[in-house]
């Protein structure tokens, strides 16, 4: 571990009831870092964030501030704040005073409060918004004055839980922009959780991928995207092919009743596997022409590129791609070493990658906004 080290979770459980919500993470995370903790509803990143807050105290393990176990501390004694999804703003105080809020309580002088609450206001462009009432502004500026009260204290962590969720897509990608943009500019660690694929790619500089109340990977957006450790991250992180394999040797894998190219190795001869390909990586080619034929299924215009859903042998595949397919069409498929990622067999093995009850309905019943998470 290195000496940028601001928290250190060591050995976290925590249990609700019977319910064994986290058990024994073990997480560090560098001063002026943006982590986030992603992952679906219920699988802890909320609760691992409470802990982190002094919120909620674990039942097992130390919480570490700069080399000091903090158990016990309140959370108006470490040295972070939450901003929540509910915003949580007075509505009898202004602008001004929501921001200048904590100040007060810490009984600093009228003008370094004046002086710190401009600030922050420009900070979140609001600078002319001092009077405003708080009610009569848009979710998302009064997201911004949440961000400017949190800020205003000076904390040397930043907790944000699911902040954005309230927004609309275009202001979500936009406050998207604008708070990694603070983030650089202050140099101070944010903690985002969330459960938005997409937000946590754009947004961090490491990603914590959680289900089931444990830690599945941590890496760079690029490195988890790229190199999933199991199907559960290669699932949840962007679209994915996942198939059953056998590393025959070194470099080769089967899958789909044919041998392939790969550039993975270190794995035992004839070793099952699960292969991963992502749909922008495949090149569609005339059936005659390709490592695999298949027939298509269903084509969705997406805007960039179609969503082409290829049967081959029984298995679904999901193609990416600009050309155009029709339903029926037989066609052929590509692909090239580097796009295929051989992966260890998991718990999660067989539970996802295949798009037979793949539809966009489906997709947007499977994740209610208003689930509570934990």
Known sequence: ?????????????????EEQVLRNINLYIRDKEFVTLLGPSGCGKTTTLRVIAGFLEPDEGDVVFDGKRVNGVPPHKRPVNT????????????????????????????????????????????????RRNVASLSG???????????????PRVLLLDEPLGALDLKLRKDMQVELKSMQQRLGITFIYVTHDQ?????????????????????????????????????????????????MRRDLFVDFSGKRFKCLDKGFEKN???????????????????GMLRGTVTSVTFKGVHYEIIVD?????????STENQNVGDEIGLDIEPDAIHIMKKSVYSGRFGDYS??????????????EEDI
């Open 1 to 17: 571990m290195d000496n940028n080290v601001i928290i250190d979770l060591r050995n976290i459980s925590v249990k609700f009831g």
């Open 83 to 130: 901003i929540f999804q509910r915003y949580a703003l007075f509505p009898h105080l202004n602008v001004y005073e929501n921001v200048a809020f904590g100040l007060r309580l810490r009984k600093l002088p009228e003008s370094h409060i004046k002086a710190k609450t401009a600030e922050m206001l420009e900070l979140v462009n609001l600078k002319g918004f001092n």
């Open 140 to 154: 998302g500026q009064q997201q911004r004055v949440a961000i400017a009260r949190a800020l205003a204290v000076e």
């Open 198 to 246: 997409e937000e946590a790619l754009s947004m961090s500089d490491t990603i914590v991928v959680m289900d089931e109340g444990e830690i599945q990977q941590i890496g760079t957006p690029q490195g988890i995207y790229n190199e999933p450790k199991n199907a559960f991250v290669a699932d949840f992180i962007g679209e994915s092919n996942i198939l059953d394999g056998t």
């Open 271 to 289: 070793e099952p596997v699960d292969v991963v390909v992502r749909p922008e990586d495949v090149d569609v080619v005339a059936a005659g022409e």
């Open 312 to 320: 081959i042998k029984g298995f679904k595949w999901m193609i990416q």
């Open 357 to 370: 009850s793949f539809s966009e309905e489906f997709d947007e019943l499977s994740d209610p906004e208003e």
